[in-house]
C-alpha cells in the first residue's frame, strides 16, 4: 500500500457530507481487498497513510481504530498495524444455514476430517434434544472441519438413523450435511433452535483447533426442526473464538407482549 494512490484506488470526497474517517476507512478495507494482503501482512504507517490520503493523523487514528474494532486489522504498539484473519459469520436468526453455505458465501472453501461416522445408541441427552426415547438409533457423525487449510469447528453431529437409513455410508468430506439431508433424504428443514456458550477448550481440542490450553471456543447447540415440527438433526460444535462471529438479528415486539429472554445468566 507504500506509494502514490494506484489505479483503483479511491480518493476521499472532501465534499462530502461523510465524515473522513468514515471515508477512509472504507477505502483501506477496499485496498485490502484490491491489493489481496493477506493476515499478517503489515500497513504502512500512520505518518505514510496521511500523506497517502491527504488527511489528518487524528483521521487515520479513528479510521484504523474503528477497522481494529470490528476485526480487520489489529494494531501493536511499537510494531505497527496488520491484517487480522477473517471471520467467518454463522447467523443465530435470520436464517437456517450451515457452516458450509456460510464459509462458501464468502467466498472460501471448507473442507472437513471425518473423525466418525456410524450408528450408536441415543444418550440421555441427545434422546431429549431429538425427542426420542434412550437407546434409540442415530448416526453420530464427528468432523474437524477446515476453511481453507486452517482448523476453525469440531462438531459432533447427530440424526435419527431411521430418517437417513444409509448416511453412515455417504462421503461427508465436502459436502453440507443440510444439503444432503434435503436432496437424498427428503428433510427438509424448517426451524431451528441455536444457544451459545463460552468455553475454553480441552487439551485434545486446543490440539485439534490449534489453540492454546484452555484458548477461547464457542460451543455452539443446535437443533433443527423437519416442516413437520419434528427434530430433523442435532449437533455441538466449538467454534474458534478467534476466528468465529455469529451474528443476531433482534425484533422488538409490540407494545404489551412479552418476549422471552435471549440471554440466561446461570
Known amino acids: 500500500m507504500s506509494g502514490p494512490p494506484g489505479p483503483g484506488t479511491r480518493g476521499l470526497d472532501k465534499s462530502s457530507a461523510v465524515p473522513y474517517y ?12 484490491r491489493l489481496g494482503l493477506r493476515p499478517g501482512d503489515r500497513l504502512p504507517g500512520d505518518h505514510e497513510l496521511c500523506e497517502r490520503y491527504g488527511v489528518s493523523r487524528p483521521v487515520v487514528r479513528q479510521a484504523l481504530s474503528e477497522l481494529q474494532y470490528e476485526g480487520v486489522l489489529q494494531r501493536v504498539k511499537g510494531r505497527g498495524t496488520f491484517v487480522l484473519p477473517q471471520l467467518t459469520s454463522q447467523s443465530l436468526v435470520q436464517s437456517l444455514t450451515g457452516l458450509f453455505d456460510d464459509v462458501a458465501a464468502l467466498g472460501r472453501t471448507l473442507r472437513s476430517e471425518v473423525r466418525s461416522l456410524k450408528v450408536v445408541a441415543a444418550d440421555a441427552d441427545i434422546a431429549l434434544r431429538l425427542e426420542l426415547a434412550p437407546g434409540t438409533a442415530v448416526v453420530e457423525i464427528e468432523r ?34 443440510y444439503a444432503l439431508l434435503e436432496r437424498r433424504y427428503g428433510l427438509r428443514l424448517a426451524r431451528s433452535r441455536r444457544t451459545v456458550e463460552a468455553h475454553g477448550a480441552s487439551a485434545a481440542l486446543a490440539r485439534d483447533l490449534r489453540l492454546p490450553r484452555h484458548g477461547a471456543v464457542l460451543k ?47
Open 22 to 33: 468514515q471515508q477512509l476507512k472504507e477505502i483501506l478495507r477496499a485496498d485490502i481487498a
Open 144 to 177: 474437524l472441519r477446515f476453511v481453507d487449510d486452517e482448523p476453525w469447528v469440531y462438531t459432533v453431529s447427530h440424526v435419527p438413523a431411521a430418517l437417513a437409513p444409509d448416511l453412515v455410508d455417504q462421503d461427508l468430506r465436502d459436502q453440507s450435511l
Open 220 to 266: 455452539l447447540t443446535n437443533v433443527s426442526y423437519g416442516t413437520d415440527n419434528r427434530p430433523v438433526e442435532t449437533f455441538v460444535a466449538y467454534h474458534r473464538g478467534d476466528r468465529s462471529r455469529f451474528e443476531v438479528e433482534l425484533e422488538r415486539a409490540p407494545a404489551g407482549r412479552a418476549v422471552p429472554p435471549l440471554v440466561r445468566v446461570v
